[in-house]
């Protein structure tokens, strides 16, 4: 079973500042199935990126997805307040149709 | 448009099973996946498993091997998540996600369910 292992587990930004989330693989994975999600509380999961880098219907350009391999990454150019939530990325393991998440990072307000 | 509503909050006593329910509108029902995930009390979205609507055919996590049911009936577009032998550390909202196969993720989430195991 792959594990994803998420840094930091929190992140303490203000409005206007730049958020960096890591997501670490176990093992190599495919771009094509690796996806980022924001999840608020009281609220359902929201995709916001899938194949590593391509934007969700609605999601705003301010949201950007990159990296390969082991090591993935999100990155909110400029924090709104409502970005202030608990982000996860996730796999899917094609051979074993198996699928993780990570630990979360919280990105809090500062 | 696209909905995935849930059967209601439950409370069960530890030992026994729950049976949450996940009904579909907006496409069809069998051409994706539903997929179950969970979040416990403080802790991150953990993975139960996934269900083919047309042909049935079901995949758990091995953490949940054993435990978890999932089912559904087509006719009302609904499918089903049982978890058995709950314990405490079952408590938790439990969410069923429709499963992109074009983008592989999780497009589109029922509204949660609250599952509270206590005696």
């Known amino acids: 079973e792959i594990v994803l292992t998420q840094s930091p587990g929190t992140l303490s930004l203000s409005p206007g500042e730049r958020a960096t989330l890591s997501c670490r693989a176990s093992?190599?994975?495919?771009?094509?199935?690796l996806a980022w999600y924001q999840h608020k509380p009281g609220q359902a999961p929201r995709v916001l990126m899938y194949g590593a880098s391509n934007r969700a219907t609605g999601i705003p350009d301010r949201f950007s997805g990159s990296g390969s391999g082991t090591d993935f990454t999100l990155t909110i150019s400029t924090l709104e307040p409502e970005d202030f939530a608990v982000y996860y990325c996730?796999?899917?393991?094609?051979?074993?149709?198996?699928?993780?998440f990570g630990q979360g990072t919280r990105l809090d307000i500062k | 448009q696209v909905q995935l509503v849930q059967s209601g909050a439950d409370v069960k006593e530890p030992g026994a099973s729950v049976k949450v329910s996940c009904t579909a509108s907006?496409?069809?029902?069998?051409?994706?996946?539903i997929n179950w995930v969970r979040q416990a009390t403080g802790q991150g979205l953990e993975w139960m498993g996934w269900?083919?609507?047309?042909?049935?055919?079901?995949m758990s996590a091995p953490k949940f091997q054993g435990r978890v049911t999932m089912s559904r009936r087509t006719s009302i577009s609904t499918a089903y998540m049982e978890l058995s032998g709950l314990r405490s550390d079952d408590t938790a909202v439990y969410y069923c996600?429709?499963?992109?196969?074009?983008?592989?993720?999780?497009?589109?989430w029922g509204q949660g369910t609250l599952v509270t195991v206590s005696s």
């Open positions: 093992q190599s994975i495919s771009r094509t199935y």
């Open positions: 907006g496409y069809t029902f069998t051409s994706h996946g």
């Open positions: 996600a429709r499963w992109d196969g074009t983008s592989c993720d999780f497009d589109y």
């Open positions: 996730q796999q899917f393991h094609s051979p074993s149709r198996l699928i993780t």
């Open positions: 269900m083919n609507p047309n042909t049935g055919e079901t």
